[in-house]
RNA sequence: GCCCAGGUGGUGGAAUUGGUAUACACGCCAGUCUUAGGAACUGGUAGAGCAAUCUGUGGAGGUUCGAGUCCUCUCCUGGGCACCA
């Protein structure tokens, strides 16, 4: 018997797979497309934490190929980004050459592991026949009206010298770099994603999304839907007015003064009758000047000014209160200006302290002395609507503003318009021509794609405009409107335009007439299954949903949803519980795991790990487990080959025959439902429990095969290679898998246990389908079961069918 | 502060409607084999006790014949959001 060399043998296959097309079976009755977040080619290649998502689509995969569908399951690269990048700055060249390395690199790695995907379908985001098809969506978008120019102030990271959008930070600081970013004016495309806000929330509930709380839960947090009232308090004194946005209209009548944001225009409008204007101006600027860490994360203190002289009134009452300006107002949510309820409001409290302010209580049950008091309760001092409870006090207010035309309901969102234009050189360009005469202008359709021309200097320019501006050759062009003379747009897209809609190409990556057939697209459409890091929920996923529901509205996808199951993959940690990194020294390289134990024990270990969206560490001990498993498979089915038959201890009798089948169809069961539950850990400890039982058992070779098919989707060469020992032509992947044999899923002896009052004092081995009368008698009479009994009155007795019986005593 | 997910042996973890807590694996211990080390294989491995037995799923209560699982309170860890009015 030859020793198991997973080197040899998983060269074999993969290389016998591609050239057969073992995986390319795409005719069949049914389909699944399963899908990983392609990865962005990074110079350092993978560590072991990589792969893990990779390798639960590709058992999902292989296991729905056994299963008779048509599987779609491919691999690209979402290749631009700031890596490539810095590079070419560095060396002067294209970030093309970079990327090229570092894809050939990525692929060379991914293709040990023998995955199911299907190469004549890789796309990357950087080529020109793909970004062709983003530059048309941001065409048809800017069409609708729903990518426009902006001067607004937007995140600037000042070391990466771009643009960022909301959802590109982390605790207000750069993602990539970790640089604190700062509010700047510039000019910016943004693509209205608030306008999709409420099919973005709805539709995370709808029959065609399933996925994970917790990423949901992100989302609906992210998005940040708040009901409320926005109404208007009049300037006294003047023809003015400020619009204020609450969500606690029931609290009213305790407002003692209102607070606008830095950034509001009414201190501009009203410079002549603030007495203090230039104090303001001068509180503005320093407001201005702090970056977004500052203004949040200090919020110990808050600051402010009276906007003297300044009242405004309450429409409830009448009355005239102060006006202030402070940064606890944000200029972007809302109206940029709020009531301030310091009874019943945390922050509104504490800047009363601060300025001595008065402080009115109109929700009974606090103790407004020391704290705010901010749940719903009942009303009081608030007039007519006093003894309401705070939820009938909002809508008999809300509908008192809406009756006098003051105010009406509004709903807000904490999502903002996607920021989309970026000051770098490595994204796609932006198809716009800037005309004098008629504005941005969109690049005709056939003109696509613009291309990404070759510069001198990749450096990001600090300007506001991408290195691509210093190519007046490119930058000048014509008006495709009016035919006068137009600059292009030097803008580039950020890294997640070509990410928002990629699995969509795969179904038809060499299309060059549309972004996707739409017979196809019908065909393969949702993605059934996708499997990424949870890092995306508030990113990637926001964006391409998005994008989805408005390709849907366009009419290039018929699904409102573009995944349909969504799984995130828990991290591997290094050994030493950290995250792996170069800085810590902790990182395992998988072209060692694979060379020392094979790529099938290396599948097998990653799945067998722990649950699948856990993070857990690595440990290298661990796959020798694995390994050792496969071993023992390697060994009984080089066996069996021979032998046709096992009996390693010669005494097996009839009995062993029944209890391996009943094992052996337990198993199948049991990977079966593991898998299709992603609990991928518990079906491999299942086959580990199979194959501890050799030697001992006997089993035919028709069973052990059965055994092999299910083994396969984790680790698929070993299964082939014995499959072929055996004496098989045909690809093991292009079997079926194996039924469920009913009447083999009973043990014929059970293990029956003996409590009394609930606590174990005896098992007894008993038929399966024993009665309670046919086992009361000698539970009552054992030996071990009297001394609990004994002298006790015997009240009832539970009988749970196969399990157990329970004798209850009074004591 | 708010939202989500979790706390089970030395470690990763397992446990249908409440029904044998610790499956499977790592590690460790002992044995076999080996010139030796390693590898491989076999057996053992929650804690206390000579034993019968007792105690054990973060903690405190509760419901129940019976609770890792259900209820109330509480502590801790990881993740997300966060001056969003």
């Known amino acids: 018997m030859e020793k198991y060399e997973p080197k040899e043998i998983e060269k074999k296959w993969q290389k016998y797979w591609e050239d057969n097309g073992t995986y390319k079976n795409y005719s069949r009755e049914k389909k699944f497309y399963a899908l990983d977040m392609f990865p962005y080619p990074s110079g350092v290649g993978l560590h072991v934490g990589h792969p893990k998502g990779y390798i639960a689509t590709d058992v999902v995969s292989r296991f729905k190929m056994l299963n008779g569908y048509s599987v779609l399951h491919p691999m690209g690269w979402d290749a631009f980004g700031l890596p490539a990048e810095n590079y070419a700055i560095k060396n002067k060249t294209n970030p093309n050459i970079f990327t090229a390395k570092s894809v050939a690199n990525y692929k060379k790695q991914l293709e040990m592991f023998g995955f199911t995907y299907d190469w004549d379908r890789e796309i990357n985001t950087t080529d020109p026949q793909y970004y062709k098809w983003t530059q048309w969506i941001f065409l048809k978008l800017f069409e609708k009206g729903l990518a426009y120019e902006s001067n607004a102030p937007i995140n600037w990271c000042p070391s990466c010298k771009t643009g960022l959008s909301n959802e590109d930070l982390e605790d207000g600081k750069c993602e990539r770099c970790g640089s604190e970013v700062e509010q700047k004016p510039m000019r910016q495309w943004v693509l ?14 709808s029959p065609e999304l399933d996925w994970e709380d917790m990423i949901v839960e992100q989302q609906k947090n992210w998005i940040g839907r708040s009901e409320g009232v926005q109404f208007e308090m009049k300037i006294k004194d003047s023809e003015e007015k400020i619009e204020v946005y609450t969500t606690r209209i029931d609290t009213a009548f305790g407002i003692t003064y209102a607070v606008v944001a830095p950034e509001h225009p009414i201190i501009e409008k009203l410079k002549d009758k603030i007495s203090n204007y230039a104090e303001i101006v001068q509180y503005v600027e320093d407001a201005n000047r702090k970056t977004n860490l500052e203004r949040t994360e200090l919020q110990k203190e808050k600051t402010g000014k009276r906007l003297a002289e300044i009242e405004v009134i309450n429409p409830f009452t009448g009355e005239a209160i102060p006006l202030f300006v402070a940064d606890y107002v944000l200029g972007g949510y809302g109206t940029g ?429 008993v038929a399966y389908d024993v009665t309670e009368d046919e086992i009361k008698e000698t539970a009552l009479e054992n030996a071990k079961v009297k001394v609990f009994t004994n002298g006790k009155e015997i009240k009832k007795i539970i009988f749970v069918p196969g399990k157990l019986i329970n004798i209850v005593v009074v004591d």
Not at 367 to 395: C, H, K, P, W
Not at 757 to 764: I, S, T
Request: charged share 30%.
């Open 337 to 765: 200006a709020v009531m301030a309820v310091p009874a019943h409001d945390e922050r509104d409290f504490e800047f009363a302290k601060k300025y001595d302010l008065s402080i009115v209580e109109v929700i009974s049950g606090g103790l407004i002395t020391e704290n705010a008091f901010v749940e719903d309760g009942i009303l009081i001092n608030s007039e007519d609507y006093s003894s309401l409870s705070s939820q009938e006090a909002r809508e008999k207010m809300a509908d008192w503003l809406e009756k006098e035309k003051i105010g009406k309901r509004k709903v807000n969102y904490k999502m903002r318009d996607w920021v989309y234009s970026r000051q770098r050189y490595w994204g796609e360009p932006i198809p716009i021509i800037h005309c004098e005469k008629c504005g941005a202008v969109a690049v005709p359709e056939e003109q696509l794609p613009v291309m990404l021309p070759d510069v001198e200097n990749y450096e990001p320019t600090g300007t506001g405009e991408s290195p691509l501006a210093a190519i007046t050759d490119w930058v000048n062009t014509t008006c495709p409107k009016c035919g006068g003379p137009g600059k292009r747009e030097t803008n580039t897209m950020p890294q997640w335009g070509g990410s928002s809609w990629y699995y969509l190409r795969f179904i038809d990556p060499k299309n060059d007439k549309e972004l996707v057939n739409k017979e196809l697209e019908k065909e393969w459409m949702p993605v059934d299954l996708y499997v990424g890091g949870a890092e995306h929920a508030t990113r990637h996923l926001l964006y391409a949903r998005f994008w989805h529901k408005f390709l849907f509205d366009i009419g290039v996808v018929s699904t409102i949803e573009p995944f349909k199951k969504l799984l995130h993959v828990g991290l591997i940690m290094a050994e030493d519980g950290r995250k792996m990194s170069k800085r810590w020294n902790n990182v395992v390289n998988p072209d060692e795991i694979i060379a020392e134990f094979g790529a099938d024990a290396m599948r097998l270990y990653e799945m067998f790990m722990g649950p699948f969206t856990q993070s857990i560490a690595w440990s290298t001990s661990g796959v020798s487990g694995t390994k050792r498993f496969l071993d023992k498979v390697w060994n009984v089915g080089s066996e069996l080959a021979i032998n046709k038959h096992i009996n390693f201890e010669s005494s097996a009798d009839d009995s062993g025959k029944h209890d391996i089948k009943v094992l052996l169809n337990k198993t199948i069961e049991k990977v079966s439902k593991d898998i299709e539950a992603f609990k991928f850990n518990t079906a491999i400890s299942q086959m580990m429990t199979f194959m501890n039982k050799f030697p001992g058992l006997e089993i035919s070779i028709n069973d052990f095969e059965k055994f092999l098919i299910v083994l396969a989707p984790f680790a698929p060469h070993i299964a082939e290679e014995l499959w072929e020992t055996i004496g098989h032509k045909e690809s093991i992947f292009l079997q079926a898998w194996p039924e469920v044999d009913e009447k083999y899923l009973q043990d014929e002896e059970v293990e029956m246990v003996v409590q009394v009052n609930g606590k174990v004092r005896e098992r007894l081995m």
């Open 192 to 205: 209205k994603m608030t306008e999709y806000a409420d099919r973005l929330l709805y539709d995370l509930d």
